[in-house]
């Protein structure tokens, strides 16, 4: 089975590059890096979500969530594949992208930590599937271990594994994909622990997939919200710190 793999350039893009390499054939791997993304929102005049994003990227600098997720996974983030065709791009949606995909006919190709996808690379892309960092449907778009940690909805921290459409992380669920709790946990732990566990669940059900079995599939049921990286402030983790410092808020002692 021939594997598109479209991906940012951070930690945990680099594990699931490695992870997928292991196991498939890869035909291409896409890589949109982040800093693309960010400059991407200052050409296209987006002046507020363009210093939204470079106050959390300075802000996770500092905290050290960065150099924890690079420990965490083991290294930086995605390397060329042997055999694979390899595309550096400032957007995920350039004609190249849509392109190479036609040309490399992938079976399946998996997306994650790109933009939307737009209709072209969709369709060029044939059965997209995303790893999205969050408990869909109820928290779509960014920081949504954050928030679900905030609203105190401990029953909705995890990632899901599910089709790509033209939404924002509106497309059928494969699976929910929910991280042990621990009483330090914060939400970069949180998000690290479940996305490692989706992208090991996502190769267990490709190779299930190449072996003739379906995927599992099922529409999103509820409503939710979708967060934008400008609605997490500096008082929403203030916020959050003092809580747990007072004992506030816990995460549950059964799931410890």
């Known amino acids: 089975m021939r594997i598109a793999i479209l991906c940012s350039d951070d930690a945990h893009h680099g594990y699931l590059v490695a992870r997928l390499a292991e196991r498939f054939d890869i035909a291409a791997v896409v890589v949109e890096p982040g800093d693309a993304q960010t400059r991407r929102l200052r050409r296209r005049g987006r002046y507020r979500d363009w210093l939204w994003a470079r106050y959390h990227r300075l802000r996770r600098d500092l905290t050290g969530l960065n150099r924890y997720r690079r420990a965490y996974f083991g290294g930086g983030g995605p390397r060329p594949v042997p055999g694979a065709v390899w595309l550096e791009t400032e957007t995920a949606n350039a004609p190249a992208v849509a392109d190479l995909l036609r040309a490399s006919r992938p079976d399946v190709t998996v997306v994650m930590g790109t933009s939307i996808l737009k209709p072209p690379v969709l369709e060029a892309g044939r059965c997209a599937i995303n790893i999205h960092g969050g408990y869909l449907p109820f928290y779509r778009g960014n920081h ?84 934008r990286t400008r609605d997490r402030h500096p008082w929403h983790d203030l916020h959050l710190w003092a809580r747990r410092r007072l004992g506030l808020t816990r995460l549950p002692e059964a799931a410890e």
């Open 144 to 227: 949504c271990f954050f928030f679900a940690l905030y609203e105190e909805r401990f029953d909705r921290i995890g990632s899901t594994i599910h089709f790509v459409d033209a939404g924002i992380d509106t497309g059928d669920i494969i699976e929910l994909v929910v991280p042990p709790l621990h009483a330090d946990d914060n939400a970069e732990r949180l998000y690290c622990r479940a996305e490692k566990m989706a992208i090991d669940r996502l190769a267990e059900h490709l190779a299930r997939l190449e072996q003739g079995r379906p995927l599992p599939r099922r529409p999103q049921a509820g409503t939710g919200r979708t967060f």
